[in-house]
C-alpha cells in the first residue's frame, strides 16, 4: 500500500478501499491505515520483512531442536529477547553468530 501511495500509482481513496476489501476493515479504520501508509513509507513493508525473517528463524530454530522442537518456547525464546535485531537474535538462539558477522561487513 504504502509504496502505491507513494509512487502515485493509488490515491488515498483507492489505499482506502484496498484496507476495507483486502483487510475487512471499517471505512475510519481503513483511512487510519491509509494514512499511516502515507505518513511513513516503507512501514508496512518492512513488517513483511520483519515477518519472513522470523519465519526463516522459526524453520532454523526447528531443524536444530529436532524432535525437542515446541513452538510455545520458540516463542518464549524470541519474545524474552526483547527489541533486538534479528542478527543477534538469531546468535542467541541458533548458538550461531554468521547474521552479525555479516552485518559488521
Given at each position: 500500500?504504502?509504496?502505491?501511495?507513494?509512487?502515485g500509482?493509488?490515491?488515498?481513496?483507492?489505499?482506502?478501499?484496498?484496507?476495507?476489501?483486502?483487510?475487512g476493515l471499517?471505512?475510519?479504520?481503513a483511512?487510519?491505515?491509509a494514512a499511516?501508509?502515507?505518513?511513513?513509507?516503507?512501514?508496512?513493508?518492512s513488517?513483511?520483512?520483519?515477518?519472513?525473517?522470523?519465519?526463516?528463524?522459526?524453520?532454523?530454530?526447528?531443524?536444530?531442536?529436532?524432535?525437542?522442537?515446541r513452538?510455545?518456547?520458540?516463542?518464549?525464546?524470541?519474545?524474552?529477547?526483547?527489541?533486538?535485531?534479528?542478527?543477534?537474535?538469531?546468535?542467541?538462539m541458533?548458538?550461531?553468530?554468521?547474521?552479525?558477522?555479516?552485518?559488521?561487513?
Amino acid at each position: 500500500v504504502d509504496v502505491n501511495l507513494h509512487t502515485g500509482k493509488w490515491t488515498f481513496e483507492e489505499a482506502v478501499k484496498y484496507f476495507m476489501e483486502a483487510g475487512g476493515l471499517d471505512r475510519e479504520s481503513a483511512e487510519g491505515e491509509a494514512a499511516g501508509a502515507a505518513s511513513s513509507p516503507t512501514q508496512k513493508i518492512s513488517y513483511i520483512t520483519g515477518k519472513w525473517q522470523i519465519m526463516e528463524l522459526l524453520g532454523r530454530y526447528r531443524d536444530r531442536m529436532g524432535k525437542n522442537f515446541r513452538l510455545g518456547q520458540f516463542h518464549d525464546e524470541l519474545i524474552k529477547n526483547g527489541s533486538l535485531p534479528l542478527s543477534v537474535i538469531n546468535w542467541i538462539m541458533l548458538d550461531d553468530p554468521s547474521d552479525v558477522e555479516k552485518a559488521q561487513r
